[in-house]
């Protein structure tokens, strides 16, 4: 309780501590998912489901929201470091095509990416989900493809589903619009279900197809 009780604080040995008290097996592994408002607004949550159910992971919470801004400030920065990664990331990106960055300091850079990201989510409602399975931090990035569309590989929701690209979204000085947020490891999407869930909101519940994919021997399968 002590994380969902103090998580602006919870450390990484907080959640760890969390995870092992209450995550007894990699298969119970969960991850969160975030359908963006392009995704909303080019009615793709079907879509965008249905190729996560197909992995054989379990939905175990859902819902509909309109975050504001403030919410998903807290939401990127679960991670404090959160400003410093993405402005490096972003300063190495506009170098590496001989380009000026926005700013050189790292923390000015995140900060700038957090003032677009912050409104961009908040513009319209997105669709919550935490999902739970085998590998389901590393399983659901596959699917989901490379943060940015025009790079990521054919097959994945990013790569197949839309455009956009770092390019134009700096142009336009906006998020890149990329349908979904996935959660980057399992201690992050520990903390971040339990920024967007209630406790009594996330399901336990059977699945059939679980017995193949987690039953060590497939008692039961012959008749």
């Not at 990331?89 to 000026?100: L, N, V």
């Not at 589903?161 to 201690?187: C, F, K, Q």
């Amino acid at each position: 309780m002590f994380v969902l009780m103090h998580l602006r604080n919870a450390t990484r040995s907080d959640i760890l501590t969390y995870m092992q008290q209450n995550i007894s097996h990699p298969k119970q592994e969960r991850t969160l998912v975030l359908i963006k408002p392009d995704g909303i607004q080019r009615s793709l949550i079907g879509e965008i489901i249905h190729r996560y159910e197909r992995s054989g992971l379990k939905l175990i919470g859902l819902k509909m929201v309109v975050p504001t801004p403030e919410f998903v400030e807290r939401h990127y920065l679960v991670d404090p470091e959160w400003r410093m990664k993405v402005g490096t990331k972003t300063i190495e990106s506009y170098r590496a095509k001989g380009k000026m960055p926005p700013a050189n300091d790292p923390a000015q850079a995140g900060e700038l990416v957090l003032s677009y990201m912050k409104s961009y989510p908040s513009s319209s409602p997105v669709i919550a989900m935490a999902w739970r399975g085998m590998h389901a931090v590393a399983i659901i990035r596959k699917i989901t493809g490379g943060t940015e569309p025009l790079t990521s590989d054919v097959g994945t929701i990013r790569g197949d589903l839309t455009i956009d690209s770092y390019e134009v979204a700096d142009l336009d000085t906006r998020a890149v619009r990329n349908l979904i947020h996935a959660s980057g490891s399992p201690e992050e999407a520990e903390k971040e279900i339990l920024l967007w869930f209630k406790p009594e909101e996330l399901i336990s519940y059977r699945l059939v197809q679980e017995e193949i994919l987690y039953d060590v021997n497939l008692d039961g399968i012959l008749e």
